[in-house]
Every structure is written in structure tokens, then in C-alpha cells.
């Protein structure tokens, strides 16, 4: 894809707000979420509640691209998931992978973190970078990587341990040192969790509902402030308003890190990611833009009949 | 899954101390799983050193061939007697654990709530949990003179009288205080979970839809039991059987208690005298043997023989077992 | 004409099915009939076997309604009364779970460290348990694990290595003292720290070093007024410390927190209090009681062939338990680390796929083994091969451990599959690594399942006997085996041996007797591996 395109684009968006959500971000770490969520408020209604297809979004990013892949090849056995996807996720940004389901679109998510080092079929060839290293790369250790990577999955999977542990977890296997119950509160309440969960940091996670388990997922995720949070259909196992909850979050989520989100659903693509990748059938990369390009005036004729929904 | 860590990539790897310790706890964990393949490996060298030495005292040939047990009074190895007393158990046990453990199982599978399958099951899987021990002296010390209250008994099948008709009564014969009856009841008893476990299992595998189909056509509960479901999992009802003859093989305590020590060709044509006449099997001569305490000889030696036989005997069943269950799940998974 | 052959068309349908309903209803009394034959039989032989050991024929119906009136009717109330309200109910079987549990322990490991020198208990448990308890309390406190879980395991290797090196020095020295100083090291001292921690954690830690400090001054106030009685102190030492303190804990503190289920603390005692009540009305009044076999000579004297009334099982008890206790020490390790292997570690593909799906197939086949061969395992390796006496501890307990091992194998497989993938990709993808995931993850939720397990394999094995008579253990020894490279025998090798005995006072009578304690021993680790589960089901 144009990776030189799309730094000019990002460049040119970077304004006086841009900078304003960095210090901003700088200034959120650590403080309280009542904050951001204001913040996070303020910059919605600037761009409107029917955010997405009509407008672009405010590029937040810092213009850098954190993520980017060359040529990648996953075969699971002899079969081929995803062929030559070259892509150059933004720092900051949310991006969000949509196509039909087998596209591969997962696969290259669980690349990122080396999920797919747990599958023992699966083969990975080309190069995938985060901050500019080689995230395959034989010397690398992909315990590590995941610490800087985080990862949300489909189903909300919440450990039997009381909701507080299920935060902390990342924190104890990183042996990230620090005041914890601080760090639990914080990371709550950026998942917008605190005020459900702060009387009962000591029941099981299992207890909660769908939507709130998800979101101590988030929380558990953002606990060690990982660089890139990676989401594989967040709220696929939720009802609507969990799902709007979840969306609201990751808004939120944005102006700190940056997600990388896969989805089924093309509306919450358009609604809350800053870029879009199509994923088509035999796992091609079909076109990457921002998400108003992508939505409005696709480039390939098959990704407008995906999004027309003619195809898929 | 950890790799080497070198300086240039430093955010992307741990501490080195860390990366060994959890390297060196996954090695020893892989010697653990090792370590059971080394059982194995000790089982088959302990038994081959010292029964090829006895195969080279006496030969395989009149081992195998020989109709005679006697090996410390005469010297004579032969393990046909063995082995008939150890089939002689074997068949008596099948025939009473062979159908009621498929019985309980289609009850089990077919017929019985989710309150009866809880409480019935556990209880059928003591029977395999009863120390083998205290099955022999039931079986010697209660069954036995039940049964001596019983016999001798003469059951006249065909009456005499009869015109054109040869009389025909069946005479079973006193019972020794050592008897096959009495110990092939008790292995019988506790193989059943055996053949009920596994067999249910099969039975459950067998996917709704058939018995829908079978319901469909106006089936009672009885055809689609024993016309579709029972065909349907023959395979695994099958691999139970193997298995649970293989336990009745490989049995010990319970046939060296109440069967006795006297190895004995079977009885014709008064088949059911073998039954109230005492025997021994394969396990009950190596447990004599161990008994009389003699550390090496040809009879000492004769007693990993025996073992290689069982051993070898029981690998060739499970291995079957494994072969026909491996059958039935490629049908219904 | 066509409304006659309709009918007569349904009235053969109608007889027809009738025919098919009766023939279903037959074949599901065969099936029931089937299902009950094997338990009914077994209850019916074990029905056999307890009316033999206990003699109940002999006792006087005063004797019945005696205890009818102490024992079954008070137990019999308070259970319904207790049945109506959950919050007794549970406590009530808190209970009974510290009292019997306490008594069971404190017996048993009396019982154990009597027979191997409360001594050489002693100066291994500081050694081998002392610096690393020490480490894993530090770590804890420090809460970094980097070093502690290498540190652990090898400073107990060590330190029972150190033991062992320089008992010859350390055995006189610790000799000095008198032996119930030693139970109060052992037994006192562990439920010390142990209370104290809870209360610890419960309350404060001041309170927890109080709670401790109470309980090791009231192990030294049991031993002073033993002594002062002219009795030996060690027995009631260990009786304190593994029953008195832990019942009066529980009590305690479900009588502080729990004001609804207090009462049923009151079960156990019910149930003493009125087996001890009857006891003295029957010596009182000299009621003619059962012609029980099953008596306290049984369980504490030495084997005595000539006169049943005198012949106890008590060796073979001790002996059963030190051999399962060090098979379990060794097999069970293994085990659980060879199933970790294979389900968390083993990859599906490649060489060492291979190797793994042999080793499953290995596992089944062990497992399929007859016992018998097990004992020509033994045999070759610790008779033959390692050079060992005949009969000693070390020879049974690797014997039997063989004979576990696919069993532990196999069960501990199982708990951990059960364990979702899910848990362990959210593990995962947080970045624990692969050690973290099993001790954080799936071990803490594998634990009931794995445990369960394991202990219905120690409950096989108490009742194995075949490959013990083929390693010559010796079926009578008159007293317990006092180390591991002593001669012990076993329970059942016992009932084995006595079996055939032509006295009917044996042979349907202690034999009985002892076949029941046996059975009583299995039930008792059947009943701990299903109060493990059951517990730790209700907690998810």
C-alpha cells in the first residue's frame, strides 16, 4: 500500500489539536477518568454524533506508523490464511479490519502478537515491525512482545480470580513494580468500570455481566499500558448497548493507544476507526485508506460491493 | 518458545535469569513424561533378561506345548494347564460381566434420568474400586460355602420316560473349597464397570439424530435401543469387551485365593466340572512361585516367562481395543 | 363389512402394541435388574462381611435400645433439625470435617512418626522444610517469585542432603531431648504458624503471632500436665496440636462469625458425646454388648496367630501408610508434571510431537498392565538390579508408584484439558509466558480435579496387593517399619495370607474385621477426594 501517501495525509492533519491530545495523553496517564472522559466528550460533539461516514475524524495520531507489515504469508498447514498483506497501522489511531469471515483478518491481528507462535501448523513469512523492529525476528521473545502488545479477545475471558487480580494479573506476570491498587483504579476507570466494580474488587470476575467482563478485559489489557491494544471483535458476544459501551471506550482508548480492531460489523468500523483495512476472501489485503475513503469511495470494485453488501 | 536474547532488541526480551529458570522448569517437566516411557522400557527389559535366560533352560517350544505345571515339586514347565485355567476364569467371568455390563450400560445410555445415572454410575465404579484383595475373600470365605450348600445338583433336563428320547440329566459336581465358580463370580463382579463404562460411552456417542430417525419410523424404545443404538456403537462395545477380558487375564489376588493352586487340563466332556474343580492361572503360578521365595533358578525365571506372556498377551488386547475404538470414533467425531 | 375390519385392523394394532409395551417394560426391569445385580451382590457380601466382624447377634436388645436411645436418636434429631437450615448444615459439616479429619491426622501421623523415630522426623522436616519455607515466606513478602521457585525445591534438596550427611553428628545431639520436645517441634509448631497465619489474615498479624503464640504455650501446658500425671506427654502433644487447635478454631471462628450456624458446631459432639454415654451405661450396668472383632486391639496390637482375641493389625496399618505416603512423595510428581507435558508443553507436530503422541499411547498401555507384572518390575529393579533387602518400604512404595503413575497421568490430563483455552490465550496475550500461564492460570484451576485424582490413585494402591506378594513383602511383621529401608508389610497382604486360615475366630472374624479396616481406609480417601471436589466446584 502507499505508505507515503498516507504519512503525507497524517502529516497535513497534524494541527494545534493534535498537539493539544498529546500533552493531554501524557497529562492522562495516571489521572482519573473523569478527565478523559470530558475530554474524550468535548472532542465527539466537535465532530459530531454521526461521526464516521460523513466525516473524517479528527487524526489524533502522532503521524507515525508503529505497526507495519511487508509482504506477510501465513499458511496454517498447506492452507494459505493471508497472502502478501503489506500495511502500516498509525500510531494513536484506531484501525479497524473488517471483511467477510476466513479473510484472514484475524490471523494478521494474532500476527502482530505472535498468537499464532501457540498454533503449531502455522507458518508466518515476511516482515512485521513494531517501533521498527522485526517482531520476527529470531532473537525476539514473544513473552515480550505481548507485554507491549495487549490483546482483547472475541468472547470475554476474565480469569476465576476476583476482579481486582484479573487487573493486576498483567502487572504481577510483567513484574511491573508500582502501586497496584493504584494502578487497578486507574485502569477501571479508563474502562469506564470503576464505579460498578469498586465494591466488589474482591468477587470473582466470572460474576459480572457480558459487557462489564469485556471490559475488565480492557482494563486487565491497558493495566500494563501496552503501546498497541489489539481487538478481535470485542463485542461480537455482546448485546447493543454493552457494544455502544465498548465503542465509547475505545474512542477513549484512542487518544492514548493505539487499537487495532477487528470486525464483523462494517457501521462500527465506520463509526470509530480512524483507518480501515478490507480483508477480502483468501486472505488479501483488497485496500487500506481512512475509513471515509474506504466507506465513501473505495478504490476496488469488490470492496464496494462488500460494503454495498452485494458480496460477503 | 522463548528464544535467545540479545542485547540490540532490549524492550523485546526478558531478563535472561528468567528466560533459563522457565527453560530449565519446561526440561524438567519433559523428564517426568520421559520418565513414563521409561517404566515401560523397565517393564520390557525386566521381563526379557530373565525369561529369555528360562526360554534358554527350557525350551519355547515345550513350554508353550507342555500339559504339565509342576514347577517345583517336578520341574516340568509346561504352561498349557496355566492357561487353561487362566481362559477357564476368563470365559466364566465374560459370560456374567460381558452381558450385564452391556445391559447396564444401555440402561444407563437409554433408559435411566439424570438422578439415577448420577447416583448409578459412581456405585458401579466401586466395583472396580474394591480392593482384589477382599473380592478373594469374599469369594473363599462367603461365596464358596454358599455354593457347597448347593451342589452337588442333578437337573434332569430331559426326564426319563420320555419315548424315543435319550435321558438326559445334568449332574454338577460337588464344590472344592477352591473352585473356578466362585472366583469367576467375583472377577466377573468386578469387571462389569469396565464393560459398562466404555460400552456407555459408545452408546452416548451415538449421534440424536439416529434415534430420532428410528422414533420417526414408530419404533418403540426397545427397537431403537437394541436395532439402531446398539449396532450403531458395536465398535466401542467391542473395544470394552477386549479390555475388560484383558483385566480378567492380567487378575491376581482373587483367582490365587479362591481357585487355588492345583493347575489342571479342562475336563471333558463334563464341561461344568471345571467349574466346581479347583485350578490356577498364569498370575496365580507367579504369585506361588514369588511365595516359595527362591531368588534365581530356572523357577524363579519361569516367573518372568510368565509375566512376558501376560504382558505380551494383554499389549496384543489393549492394542486391539485401541484399534476398534479408534474405528468408532472416526464414525461419529 | 368395512367398519367390522376397521375395527378388527385396531384391535390387532392395539394388542400389538400392548405386546410391545409389555416387551419394553421387560426389557428395561432386565436392564435395572442388570444394573443392580454387581452392587446389590457386593452390598450383600459386604453385608456378610460386617456381620462377621461385628458380631452383632451377641449384644443384648437392652444393648440396642440403650444406644438407640444415646446415640441414634439425639444424632438422628439434630441432623433433621439441622437439614431445614443451609447455615447449619454447613457448619455442621465443618464440623465433623475438623473433628473426624483432626483425630484421623493426628493418629496417623503419630502413628508414622512414632515408627520412624520422632527424631529423624524432626531433624529432616528442619532441614529439608525449614530454609525453604523460610525462602517462600521472603519471596512472598518481597513479591518477587524470580528466584524463589528454582530456590525452593533445591534448598529442601539440600537440606535433607545436609541431614542426611551428618546424621551420625546431628542424631546424638537431638537425642538429648526428650521426645515429646520433638512432637511439640513437629506438630505444635507447623499448627502454630499455620492458625497464625490465618488469624493473620483474617484479622491482623498481631493477632495472628498471638494466636500462634497461644497454641504453641498450650502444646507446652498439655505436655507439662501429662508429665505432671506421670503419663507420656507425646501422644496427647499431637492430639492437641492436630485436633484440639484446629476443631477449636473452626469452632471459634464460626461461633464469631457465623451466629446463625452456630449451633451446628454442636453435631460432632452429639455424635461423641452419646457413643461415649453409652459406653459407660453399658460398663455400668454390664449390658452384653456386640462380639465385635473390630475393637482398639485390632488396631494397636501386633499380628497374633495363635489367639484371635489378641491379634491386631497395627504394623501392617503404619506400614500401609508410610508406603503409600513416600509412593505418593515420588510417583505423584511425576506424574502431574508428565500430564503438564503433555498438554501444555508437547508441541502436535515435528519430532517431538511424535514423541508425545507415544507417550500417550505408552500411558494407555501402562495403564492396561496387569498388577502382577508390576511386581516383576519391582523385582528385577530394587531386588535384582539395586541390590535391595526383600520387603523394605522403598521397593513397595516405588512398586506401587510404577503402578500409579499412568493413573495420576491419566487423571491429572484430564483436569487440565478441562481447563478453557480461553484463560490460557487471555494469559497469553497479557504476556505471561508459558510457566506463568500453568502456575497462574491453569494449575490453581486444575488443582481440585488433579487432586481428586491423585487421591483416589493413593486409595488404588492401599488396596494393591499382587505386586507386593510378588516383591516378597512379608505379609505378618510385629511392629512398623522404622525407615524407609526397613521391612513393612500391608494391609491386605494380611488379609491375603489369613484368609485361608482354618479358625473360624480368623477367618471369619479378625480376617473380617481387618478386610473392614481396609475398606474403611478406601472409603476414607474416597470421601476426602469427593469433599475436594465438591468444594472446590462450589467455589467457581
Request: hydrophobic fraction near 45%; charge should be negative; include cysteine.
Amino acid at each position: 500500500m502507499s505508505d507515503n501517501d498516507m504519512n503525507e495525509r497524517e502529516k497535513t492533519a497534524m494541527t494545534e489539536e493534535q498537539i493539544e491530545t498529546e500533552d493531554v495523553s501524557d497529562a492522562n496517564r495516571g489521572r482519573v477518568i473523569s478527565d478523559s472522559t470530558d475530554e474524550a466528550d468535548d472532542v465527539l460533539i466537535e465532530t459530531g454524533p454521526t461521526a464516521g461516514l460523513d466525516d473524517d475524524k479528527p487524526s489524533r495520531g502522532t503521524g507515525q506508523t508503529i505497526v507495519e507489515s511487508r509482504n506477510i504469508d501465513v499458511w496454517y498447514g498447506d492452507d494459505q490464511a493471508l497472502r502478501d498483506v503489506s500495511i502500516a497501522i498509525p500510531e494513536n489511531e484506531v484501525t479497524a479490519m473488517i471483511g467477510p469471515s476466513g479473510c484472514g483478518k484475524s490471523t494478521f491481528l494474532r500476527c502482530i502478537n505472535r498468537m499464532n507462535d501457540l498454533v503449531d501448523i502455522c507458518r508466518v513469512e515476511g516482515e512485521l515491525t513494531l517501533g521498527g523492529k522485526d517482531v520476527y525476528d529470531e532473537n525476539i521473545d514473544p513473552v515480550a512482545l505481548r507485554r507491549r502488545v495487549g490483546m482483547v479477545f472475541q468472547k470475554p475471558n476474565p480469569f476465576p480470580k476476583s476482579s481486582r487480580d484479573n487487573v493486576s494479573y498483567g502487572l504481577n506476570v510483567q513484574g511491573i513494580e508500582g502501586d497496584h491498587d493504584e494502578i487497578v483504579e486507574r485502569s477501571l476507570k479508563q474502562a469506564a468500570l470503576w464505579e460498578e466494580v469498586k465494591d466488589r474488587l474482591d468477587e470473582s470476575g466470572l460474576g459480572l455481566s457480558g459487557g462489564q467482563q469485556q471490559r475488565l478485559c480492557i482494563a486487565r489489557a491497558i493495566a500494563v499500558d501496552p503501546e498497541v491494544i489489539l481487538m478481535d471483535e470485542p463485542a461480537s458476544a455482546l448485546d447493543p448497548i454493552a457494544t455502544s459501551k465498548i465503542e465509547d471506550l475505545i474512542a477513549d482508548l484512542a487518544e492514548e493507544y493505539t487499537v487495532v480492531i477487528v470486525t464483523h460489523n462494517m457501521q462500527q468500523a465506520a463509526r470509530i476507526s480512524h483507518k480501515t483495512a478490507v480483508f477480502l476472501t483468501g486472505g488479501e489485503l483488497v485496500e487500506f485508506g481512512s475509513t471515509q475513503k474506504v466507506f465513501e469511495n473505495p478504490d476496488s470494485e469488490r470492496v464496494e460491493d462488500y460494503i454495498t453488501g452485494k458480496f460477503g | 518458545m522463548s528464544n535467545e536474547p540479545r542485547p540490540e532488541t532490549e524492550p523485546l526480551r526478558r531478563r535472561g535469569f528468567v528466560i533459563r529458570k522457565e527453560r530449565l522448569y519446561g526440561r524438567l517437566i519433559a523428564v517426568c513424561a520421559v520418565l513414563t516411557i521409561m517404566v515401560t522400557v523397565g517393564i520390557v527389559l525386566a521381563l526379557l533378561g530373565r525369561a529369555l535366560t528360562f526360554w534358554t533352560a527350557v525350551s519355547p517350544v515345550s513350554f508353550l506345548t507342555g500339559t504339565q505345571w509342576s514347577p517345583i515339586i517336578s520341574g516340568t514347565y509346561g504352561v498349557l494347564p496355566l492357561v487353561s485355567g487362566t481362559l477357564l476364569v476368563t470365559i466364566a467371568s465374560a459370560a456374567i460381566a460381558l452381558p450385564v455390563g452391556l445391559a447396564a450400560a444401555i440402561y444407563l445410555s437409554e433408559y435411566a434420568s439424570d438422578r439415577a445415572r448420577s447416583v448409578l454410575k459412581p456405585a458401579l465404579e466401586i466395583l472396580a474400586g474394591v480392593p482384589t484383595v477382599i473380592y478373594g475373600y469374599m469369594a473363599l470365605v462367603y461365596i464358596t460355602p454358599l455354593f457347597q450348600g448347593v451342589l452337588p445338583l442333578s437337573v434332569p433336563v430331559i426326564p426319563s420316560g420320555l419315548p424315543g428320547v435319550p435321558e438326559f440329566i445334568l449332574t454338577v459336581p460337588s464344590l472344592r473349597t477352591f473352585n473356578v465358580l466362585s472366583a469367576s463370580i467375583v472377577v466377573g463382579i468386578m469387571i462389569i464397570p469396565m464393560v459398562s463404562s466404555i460400552s456407555e460411552d459408545a452408546l452416548s456417542a451415538v449421534p440424536d439424530s439416529l434415534r430420532e430417525a428410528g422414533y420417526g419410523l414408530g419404533s418403540t424404545k426397545f427397537d431403537v435401543s437394541t436395532g439402531i443404538v446398539v449396532p450403531a456403537a458395536t465398535s466401542g462395545i467391542v473395544a470394552s469387551y477386549v479390555l475388560a477380558i484383558s483385566r480378567a487375564i492380567g487378575e491376581t489376588m482373587a483367582v490365587t485365593m479362591a481357585m487355588g493352586m492345583s493347575p489342571q487340563l479342562p475336563y471333558f466332556p463334563n464341561v461344568l466340572r471345571n467349574l466346581v474343580e479347583s485350578s490356577q492361572t498364569m498370575t496365580a503360578a507367579m504369585v506361588q512361585i514369588a511365595q516359595a521365595d527362591s531368588l534365581g533358578g530356572v523357577t524363579y525365571e519361569a516367573m518372568f516367562a510368565l509375566g512376558m506372556t501376560l504382558f505380551v498377551i494383554t499389549l496384543a488386547m489393549n492394542a486391539v481395543a485401541e484399534l476398534v475404538r479408534r474405528h468408532f470414533r472416526e464414525a461419529y467425531e | 363389512m368395512a367398519a367390522g375390519e376397521d375395527a378388527v385392523g385396531r384391535l390387532r394394532r392395539g394388542s400389538g402394541l400392548r405386546f410391545e409395551q409389555l416387551k419394553g417394560r421387560v426389557f428395561e426391569a432386565l436392564l435395572i435388574g442388570a444394573t443392580l445385580v454387581g452392587i446389590v451382590s457386593l452390598l450383600v457380601l459386604f453385608g456378610y462381611i460386617v456381620f462377621d466382624a461385628v458380631g452383632p447377634l451377641a449384644a443384648s436388645p437392652r444393648w440396642y435400645l440403650l444406644y438407640f436411645g444415646t446415640l441414634v436418636t439425639p444424632t438422628a434429631a439434630f441432623t433433621l433439625y439441622a437439614r431445614r437450615r443451609p447455615a447449619v448444615r454447613a457448619a455442621n459439616a465443618r464440623a465433623f470435617a475438623a473433628v473426624f479429619g483432626g483425630v484421623v491426622l493426628s493418629l496417623a501421623v503419630y502413628a508414622v512418626s512414632d515408627a520412624l523415630s520422632p527424631y529423624d522426623v524432626f531433624i529432616y522436616l528442619v532441614f529439608g522444610g525449614g530454609p525453604s519455607v523460610s525462602i517462600a515466606v521472603y519471596a512472598r513478602k518481597m513479591n518477587d517469585n524470580t528466584f524463589a521457585g528454582p530456590a525452593v525445591p533445591v534448598s529442601m534438596v539440600i537440606g535433607v542432603a545436609v541431614a542426611a550427611g551428618f546424621y551420625d553428628v546431628l542424631r546424638p545431639i537431638i537425642g538429648t531431648v526428650p521426645r515429646w520436645i520433638t512432637y511439640i517441634a513437629i506438630t505444635t509448631v507447623p499448627v502454630a504458624a499455620i492458625t497464625g497465619w490465618f488469624a493473620a489474615r483474617e484479622w491482623t498479624t498481631r493477632r495472628g503471632l498471638l494466636t500462634a503464640g497461644v497454641v504453641v504455650a498450650g502444646g507446652f501446658a498439655v505436655a507439662g500436665g501429662a508429665l505432671v500425671s506421670g503419663i507420656d506427654p507425646s501422644f496427647w502433644v499431637v492430639l492437641f496440636s492436630g485436633t484440639v487447635v484446629p476443631v477449636a478454631f473452626v469452632v471459634g471462628s464460626t461461633a464469631a462469625t457465623n451466629p446463625e450456624g452456630r449451633i451446628g458446631m454442636l453435631g460432632p459432639f452429639v455424635v461423641i458425646g452419646g457413643g461415649l454415654l453409652g459406653a459407660v451405661v453399658e460398663r455400668q450396668f454390664g449390658i452384653a454388648g456386640l462380639d465385635s472383632y473390630l475393637t482398639p486391639t485390632l488396631l494397636l496390637n501386633s499380628w497374633d496367630g495363635l489367639n484371635a482375641a489378641n491379634a491386631g493389625v497395627y504394623p501392617q496399618i503404619v506400614g500401609s501408610i508410610i508406603i503409600v505416603a513416600f509412593m505418593g512423595i515420588m510417583a505423584i510428581p511425576v506424574g502431574i508434571g508428565a500430564a503438564v507435558y503433555l498438554e501444555e508443553y508437547a508441541p502436535a507436530t515435528g519430532w517431538r510431537g511424535r514423541l508425545a503422541s507415544l507417550l500417550e499411547i505408552n500411558i494407555a498401555n501402562l495403564a492396561g498392565v496387569p498388577s502382577v507384572v508390576y511386581g516383576l518390575l519391582g523385582l528385577a529393579l530394587f531386588r535384582n538390579t539395586l541390590g535391595f533387602g526383600t520387603g523394605i518400604v522403598v521397593a513397595a512404595s516405588g512398586t506401587l508408584g510404577f503402578l500409579i503413575l499412568p493413573i495420576v497421568v491419566v487423571s491429572a490430563q484430564e483436569a487440565i484439558r478441562s481447563v478453557p483455552d480461553s484463560r490460557r490465550r487471555a494469559s497469553y496475550g497479557m504476556g505471561a509466558s508459558r510457566w506463568q500461564t500453568l502456575r497462574e492460570v491453569v494449575l490453581p484451576e486444575a488443582v481440585p480435579g488433579v487432586l481428586t485424582g491423585t487421591i483416589l490413585a493413593l486409595g488404588r494402591a492401599i488396596g494393591e496387593t499382587a505386586p507386593l506378594v510378588i516383591i516378597a513383602v512379608a505379609t505378618t511383621t510385629y511392629s512398623a517399619p522404622s525407615g524407609l529401608f526397613s521391612s513393612a508389610t500391608a494391609l491386605p497382604l494380611q488379609i491375603f495370607a489369613s484368609a485361608g486360615n482354618a479358625k473360624p475366630e480368623f477367618r471369619t472374624g479378625v480376617v473380617a474385621a481387618t478386610a473392614i479396616v481396609l475398606l474403611a481406609l478406601m472409603i476414607l480417601m474416597n470421601a476426602i477426594a469427593i469433599v475436594v471436589r465438591n468444594r472446590y466446584q462450589k467455589d467457581d
